[in-house]
């Protein structure tokens, strides 16, 4: 049965699939923009096949999914830091 969706289910599914996107901000964009995209495809044909409550119940809280999104991308590598960046750039002309 395909469900119809209103204006609210879909501000719904874009706040998730935002939720996600500021998570997963130490990928690169272009990966970033990949997973984002393939998240909320995945979202909308759900939510058309069993309604966008049970769509984004089935995917769990959005921590978790971008944890899983950063381990599958980085492994048990370190992951680049912004703030171990900017510290690194402004220790050096301090010295």
Known sequence: MTHTRNVF?????????????????D?????????RRELRGNILSAAADVGTTAALRGL???????????????????RPSWVAAAYVGLSGPLS
């Open 27 to 35: 990928l690169p964009r272009a990966s970033r923009i990949a997973k």
């Open 60 to 78: 769990g809280p959005t921590r978790r999914l971008a944890l899983d999104y950063l381990a599958a991308e980085f492994d048990d590598q370190p």
């Open 9 to 25: 289910d879909r501000l719904r599914i874009e706040r998730y699939v935002w939720s996600v996107d500021q998570q997963i901000y």
